[in-house]
């Protein structure tokens, strides 16, 4: 996790003079406990995440966080497992290379044949991105909105858009399929 401290330009309350005492922990999302019980005997420090500069400014802080998965490129030489938060970040993060997602269930007994096979791929063609979905409850939604009809079935998406697909556990005809999408 990341944190990001942003500053709006129109406080939510009105904007404090200058004679206004300073926020309190809890407006901040702090607490107060931390801070001591009598704001007015002790001064209250800065917490050590804001900036010297941003403690001074009129605006109010607002503190997001944020997925490191925004930033990280995806793993190739692997397979990597993803679920309904992360896959399209990784597709986006992949740019123009190719991307293989196994859509499959646990339950899949075919599901379960094709798996070794394809971390065998994914070692094989390290100029390409291989996923996992889990097409349980949790990521049903994904599942739908990729026209999941049976599983095991093979996505070979480029440019973040479905160019190929494999139902079934035919192995060879996935090979054929990355191949072509290769060399197109």
């Known amino acids: 996790m990341a944190l990001r401290i942003s500053f709006s330009s129109s406080p939510l309350q009105s904007s404090p003079s200058p004679s206004s005492p300073p926020p309190s922990p809890s407006s901040l999302g702090l607490n107060p406990a931390f801070y001591g019980a009598n704001r007015r005997a002790t ?7 804001l900036s010297k500069d941003a403690t001074r400014r009129a605006g109010r802080a607002v503190v997001t966080s944020s997925s490191s998965l925004e930033m990280a490129a995806p793993a190739v030489g692997q397979v990597t497992e993803v679920n309904k938060d992360t896959f399209w970040l990784l597709v986006k993060a992949a740019g123009s290379k190719i991307v293989v997602l196994d859509m499959y269930t646990q339950w899949c007994g ?5 798996a070794p096979k394809f971390q065998e791929l ?3 063609h ?4 291989f996923l996992k979905l889990d097409c349980n409850q949790e990521n049903r939604a994904l599942a739908k909105e990729l026209g999941l009809k049976v599983v095991p079935t093979f996505k070979i998406l480029k ?6 697909e494999v139902r079934g556990a035919k192995f060879d005809d996935l090979v054929a399929a990355i191949e072509t999408v290769k060399s197109s």
């Open 43 to 49: 001064r209250m420090p800065a917490p050590m995440w």
């Open 110 to 114: 075919p599901c379960k044949l094709m």
């Open 122 to 124: 994914s070692e094989k």
């Open 126 to 129: 390290c100029d390409v991105v």
């Open 159 to 164: 440019d973040s858009k479905v160019v190929k």
